[in-house]
C-alpha cells in the first residue's frame, strides 16, 4: 500500500462556532488530539494553521498559511509542499468522528489513473475528506494566480475519483462536520457520570442537589442506580410480580403520567444510557454507583465513612469530601455541601452551557 501523510486543516476563523473548534473538547480529549490519535498509524501527522504558537505542543508538524485569504485551498498547498510522500490524506479538523478504517479503504484505490480521491455521498462531496498527489500543486498554483478559492474548481480541473461513502462500512456521521453551537451542543449530550461513594457516604443526597441544578438551568436528567446485588421492585402481591413468577421476560405497568419496565434480561449500562437518550431525550445522565467503571466520577468521601478516594484516579471528575486536601487527588477537591462548585465543575468539565 502506498504511503502516506495525514494533514490536518486547523486554520479558520470558526465565526459560527464563536471559538476555536480544534481546541473544543469531546469525551476527555480536544478535535484536534482525537483526529491525531485516530490517524497517526496511518502516517506522519502534519497540521495546517493560520496562527503561530497554538498547535505545537501537539507533537506535529506544524505549518503556517503564506496566503491566509485562500482558506482551505492555501492549507492543502502548504501540506503537499510539505509532505514527505507522494500523498497526503487532507480532512478539516471539525470532524471528530473520522475513521482510520474510511482512510484506509481510501487508500486502496490509489493508482496512477487519478491524482485526488474524494469521498461522495448522497447530497455531498467532501474534498476535505479526500487524498490528495503532489501532483495537484501546479493545479493549485493556477487556481491561486486567477484568485479562485473554491476547493470544488480544484476537483473539476484534477483527475478526480469520487468514492462512493455508501461503498464502505460507514454512515454519514464519519464525515460529519461540526461548525455551530447548537451542532457541538448535541453533541456533547447527553453527559454522563457517576456519583461513586462507599456505602453510606451520602451520593443520593449529592445526586438530589445536583439534579436540581441542572433542572433549574432547563436540563432534562435521567438518574441510573447501579445494584451490586440482585434486586426485587415487583414484590409479591403484585400482579408484575406474578406474572415474572409465572415465566415473563418482560412486563410493564403503565398509566397516563407515567410507565415502568420491569425486564428478565440482562442490560449492559450501555444499552441503559441509549434508551434513556432515545425514548426520554435526557441531556443529563447520572449514574449513581459504578466505582470501577470508566465513566467520569464524582467520588463523595465522608470522613466518618471512609479514609480516602477508592475510584481509579484517571477517572475523577472531582471529589465531594470532608477530608481529601487537594495535593492527594489529580482533580478538583470540594466541600462535601458546596452544590455550587461541584456543578460548575460538570458543567466546565463537559463544555456544556445551554443558551
Given at each position: 500500500?502506498?504511503?502516506?501523510?495525514?494533514?490536518?486543516?486547523?486554520?479558520?476563523?470558526?465565526?459560527?462556532?464563536?471559538?476555536?473548534?480544534?481546541?473544543?473538547?469531546?469525551?476527555?480529549?480536544?478535535?484536534?488530539?482525537?483526529?491525531?490519535?485516530?490517524?497517526?498509524?496511518?502516517?506522519?501527522?502534519?497540521?495546517?494553521?493560520?496562527?503561530?504558537?497554538?498547535?505545537?505542543?501537539?507533537?506535529?508538524?506544524?505549518?503556517?498559511?503564506?496566503?491566509?485569504?485562500?482558506?482551505?485551498?492555501?492549507?492543502?498547498?502548504?501540506?503537499?509542499?510539505?509532505?514527505?510522500?507522494?500523498?497526503?490524506?487532507?480532512?478539516?479538523?471539525?470532524m471528530p468522528f473520522l475513521k482510520k478504517e474510511l482512510v484506509s479503504y481510501m487508500q486502496n484505490y490509489l493508482s496512477s489513473d487519478y491524482d485526488c480521491y474524494c469521498i461522495v455521498d448522497e447530497e455531498h462531496t467532501h474534498p476535505l475528506c479526500a487524498i490528495y498527489s503532489k501532483k495537484m500543486l501546479p493545479l493549485i498554483e493556477e487556481l491561486i494566480a486567477e484568485d479562485k478559492h473554491r476547493l470544488m474548481a480544484l476537483l473539476d480541473r484534477a483527475a478526480t475519483k469520487y468514492i462512493p461513502l455508501e461503498m464502505t462500512c460507514f454512515d454519514k456521521k464519519v464525515v460529519q462536520n461540526i461548525n455551530t453551537?447548537?451542532?457541538?451542543?448535541?453533541?456533547?449530550?447527553?453527559?454522563?457520570?457517576?456519583?461513586?461513594?462507599?456505602?453510606?457516604?451520602?451520593?443520593?443526597?449529592?445526586?438530589?442537589?445536583?439534579?436540581?441544578?441542572?433542572?433549574?438551568?432547563?436540563?432534562?436528567?435521567?438518574?441510573?442506580?447501579?445494584?451490586?446485588?440482585?434486586?426485587?421492585?415487583?414484590?409479591?402481591?403484585?400482579d408484575s410480580y406474578r406474572f415474572t413468577k409465572r415465566g415473563a421476560g418482560c412486563s410493564i405497568i403503565y398509566s397516563k403520567k407515567q410507565y415502568a419496565i420491569l425486564g428478565q434480561k440482562e442490560k449492559t449500562i450501555e444499552e441503559l444510557i441509549a434508551f434513556m437518550k432515545e425514548e426520554n431525550?435526557?441531556?443529563?445522565?447520572?449514574?449513581?454507583?459504578?466505582?470501577?467503571?470508566?465513566?467520569?466520577?464524582?467520588?463523595?468521601?465522608?470522613?466518618?465513612?471512609?479514609?480516602?478516594?477508592?475510584?481509579?484516579?484517571?477517572?475523577?471528575?472531582?471529589?465531594?469530601?470532608?477530608i481529601v486536601a487537594k495535593e492527594e487527588v489529580p482533580c478538583p477537591v470540594f466541600a462535601l455541601e458546596d452544590t455550587a462548585q461541584i456543578y460548575a465543575c460538570i458543567k466546565q468539565y463537559f463544555q456544556i452551557e445551554k443558551e
Open positions: 500500500m502506498q504511503q502516506m501523510t495525514i494533514g490536518i486543516l486547523a486554520g479558520g476563523k470558526s465565526t459560527r462556532m464563536g471559538k476555536n473548534k480544534a481546541l473544543l473538547d469531546y469525551q476527555g480529549k480536544t478535535f484536534l488530539e482525537r483526529i491525531r490519535d485516530e490517524l497517526c498509524d496511518l502516517g506522519e501527522v502534519l497540521i495546517s494553521a493560520a496562527d503561530k504558537g497554538t498547535y505545537e505542543k501537539y507533537g506535529c508538524r506544524v505549518l503556517y498559511d503564506e496566503q491566509t485569504s485562500f482558506g482551505p485551498l492555501a492549507g492543502i498547498y502548504q501540506l503537499l509542499n510539505a509532505a514527505k510522500t507522494e500523498y497526503v490524506f487532507v480532512c478539516a479538523v471539525d453551537k447548537e451542532e457541538y451542543l448535541q453533541l456533547c449530550f447527553p453527559v454522563v457520570f457517576c456519583v461513586s461513594a462507599v456505602k453510606n457516604s451520602g451520593k443520593t443526597g449529592l445526586i438530589e442537589r445536583l439534579m436540581d441544578e441542572f433542572i433549574r438551568d432547563g436540563y432534562r436528567v435521567g438518574v441510573i442506580k447501579h445494584d451490586g446485588h440482585e434486586f426485587e421492585i415487583d414484590h409479591e402481591g403484585t431525550d435526557i441531556d443529563v445522565i447520572i449514574i449513581e454507583g459504578m466505582k470501577k467503571s470508566p465513566y467520569p466520577k464524582i467520588e463523595v468521601v465522608r470522613g466518618e465513612i471512609s479514609s480516602a478516594c477508592v475510584c481509579r484516579p484517571e477517572t475523577l471528575l472531582c471529589v465531594a469530601t470532608d
